[in-house]
């Protein structure tokens, strides 16, 4: 069959080959020109055309560009021609929303009269044009144009056979355009992106394979991590920072074969070895460490000195590669240290668990409130009154009995659950308090106060709620804190300690002169009293020294209108000494040790009676 310069027997000759090239299994852009290329001569044959070419918009369709033509005279060529939309926007617009183009005469038609002589392929030989939009994705991604020298009215045929033509074009960009999405897709899934590295997905991809390889053979995960990064970090920037990274990976990838190196963490890199002896890994560790921080790095104007850690982790059969990995990031859990070389043990898992059940443990006891007071008491050391008591924090828990305060305290801080513990013991020494001067004993009640809690934005304010709730006065009340405080921001420090007193809370220093910033709170902290540790007590009978310290610090103390309180007390004879020295308040088990509240009651009968 023929209709006009369209043949069945040419559409059937190159149908086969069209369908391989739309089905073809490698998809990139070398095979997708090539097919294009391909396309551009069956069209000419198939329409017995002069010139075939195929065209891409920019992303704004504000031109259009001519990716490959094909000529019967000259065959395949790549002219270098752009066309502007601003040189005929009636055609730009038609292309994007028409399913074909035909021009009998292009010399004359108005869309594309200003065209011919310029833009097209051959020129001004060019007389009759047919076009048809190549859509992917539902937008007109360009267009496939077909030419002839001699005057020819299209057919339907043939504006049929083009358009179907421009859907063969177009599955072949979808086929491609998915295949950048997946290739993307798996570089986003196994790439790290800033250093180009593998990173944690890949790597264990890989050494898994690695390892399945071995034969038995023992190798090694090594964690490279740069020490203290977080604060080069918030000195550099963070843009700054990554560079550096990346200078850090560049080094890494010199002397460590890149397969077998991954970026895991913001300044962490692991490496797998095929050295299973703890000696050797030690070694392949130390020298990694070494050559990677030899020398400095320069940042800007900066010259950077970096140090670094290992971690390594000897293989275990029984341990697949993700737990290998965390077994490396417990051993350094916790490091403190710079240029540490450590191997993971296994009772570093045991510890990390116990730590995990017992944060559990205290969040859940928090919720049930498994926690109360014990009270210590405080005794005027002139006249023996008991003044008062120091309320401690005890987990009563239903299954381990009590449970230590180091056990469970610095875990407490360290994630936080001890502003919400410390809430609750508020309440419940206000009540304890509430009670007692009810009953007409107008004891005073001191309590530990963390650092992280009375530096946290709004505490004054809900202690201050608290007491105006239950209806105890803030007067009779004291908060610890430790020295460490004093090491904060020295003006928000001093703000705090002044909203407490406004309140009517008073402050006390707790363990006093164990840090070198002790005499920065009598000078500048408004304060009301210091508590002098332990340390400073015990020595009052064992060194005479101490005696001196201990009465320099309660005469500097009176000087400054403060009381002194010294705790630990544990003989007749430091009692004494105290006394002597002129000490205001004594606590210690040589009075009593901290009771729960059934019990204090006894003791404060029977202390009150002697």
Known sequence: ????????????????????LVRMPDVNEATVHQAISYMCQVVSDMLDVDTVSIWHFDDTYASIRCQVAYSKEVGHTQPDLIVDRDAAPVYFDALRTNRVLPFDDVRSHPWVKDLYQQYFVEGQRIYSMLDAPIYA?????????CETFAPRTWTYMEELIVSTLSDFIAILYLRLERQSIEEHVTRLAYTDALTGLMNENAFVEHVDRVREEADGRLGSLIYL?????????????????????????????????????????????????????????????????????KEAYAVGALDVVLTMSAFIAI???????????????????????????AFYEPEMGEKAAAELTLEMNLRKGIALNEFTLFYQPKIDAATGRLNGFEGLMRWLHPEQGLVPPLDFIPLAESTGVIITLEEQMFTIACRQLKEWHDAGRKYRLALNLSARHFLSDGVVDKFAHIVRDIG?????????????????????VIERFIDFRDVGFSISIDDFGTGFSAFVYLKHYPIHEIKLDRQFIQATESDPTGNVIVQSIIELAKGLKLRTVCEGIETE?????????????????????????????????????M
């Not at 069959?1 to 391989?20: C, I, P, V, W």
């Not at 990274?245 to 970026?263: C, G, N, S």
């Not at 859990?333 to 070389?341: A, H, K, P």
């Not at 000494?577 to 019990?599: H, N, V």
């Open 315 to 341: 293989e275990d059969k029984t341990y697949s590669t993700i737990e290998l990995i965390h077994a490396t990031r417990l051993a350094e859990s916790g490091n403190v240290q710079r240029g540490v070389v």
């Open 472 to 492: 105890v006065c803030p007067t009779y009340l004291t908060f610890e804190i430790t020295e460490s405080v004093g090491m904060e921001n020295q003006l928000h």
């Open 137 to 145: 994705n539902n937008h007109a991604k360009g267009v496939i144009c």
């Open 225 to 293: 991590k740069v020490d203290k990064f977080r604060a080069i970090e918030d000195a550099l920037g963070l843009e700054k920072a990554d560079a550096l990274v990346k200078d850090v990976a560049a080094r890494l990838r010199h002397i460590v074969d890149p397969t077998m190196l991954a970026r895991i963490s913001q300044s962490g890199f692991m490496v797998w070895t095929p050295y299973g002896d703890r000696i050797k890994a030690f070694g392949v560790a130390d020298m990694l460490a070494e050559t990677v921080t």
């Open 1 to 20: 069959m023929t209709e006009g310069n369209f043949s069945a027997q040419s559409y059937r000759k190159h149908q086969e080959k069209l369908f391989d």
């Open 573 to 609: 004879s430091q009692r004494q000494t105290l006394k002597a020295l002129g000490c205001d308040e004594m606590q210690g088990y040589y009075f009593s040790r901290p009771l729960p509240i059934e019990e204090l009651e006894a003791w404060i009968k029977s202390y009150e009676q």
